[in-house]
Nanobody, 120 residues
Framework: QVQLVESGGGLVQAGGSLRLSCAAS????????MDWYRQAPGKQRELVAS???????NYADSVKGRFTISRDNAKNTVYLQMNSLKPEDTAVYSC??????????????WGQGTQVTVSS
């Protein structure tokens, strides 16, 4: 069984920073792309940032230049550094990863989410 556990959320003032972590554990052979999503109340879930196993990144236009995704493959962990936070960044942030249990078999896993609240 595989688990993704996020941490690092909280309450911050506009202009502040937070760093989210998502650690994968369990029966892991390798991890392909890892993603951060967010969902604000009454809104659809949004892909915030992605990172491939080789470190190639992609960002939503709304966070480019402010957020940075990174990963530590030795620790099976992905990070999201969020700077210059705005009230509209308030949401539940969740990580997702495509995780292989052997060379061929994989599943997509999700963490439980962590709340980020940005006050104005």
């Amino acid at each position: 069984q595989v688990q993704l556990v996020e941490s690092g959320g909280g309450l911050v003032q506009a202009g502040g920073s937070l760093r989210l972590s998502c650690a994968a554990s369990g029966n892991i052979f390798r991890i392909n792309a890892m993603d951060w999503y967010r969902q604000a109340p009454g809104k659809q879930r949004e892909l915030v940032a992605s990172i491939t196993s080789t470190g190639r990144t992609n960002y939503a236009d709304s966070v480019k230049g402010r957020f940075t995704i990174s990963r530590d493959n030795a620790k099976n962990t992905v990070y999201l550094q969020m700077n210059s936070l705005k009230p509209e960044d308030t949401a539940v942030y969740s990580c997702s990863g495509r995780i292989y249990k052997n060379y061929y078999d994989y599943s997509d896993y999700w963490g439980q989410g962590t709340q980020v609240t940005v006050s104005s």
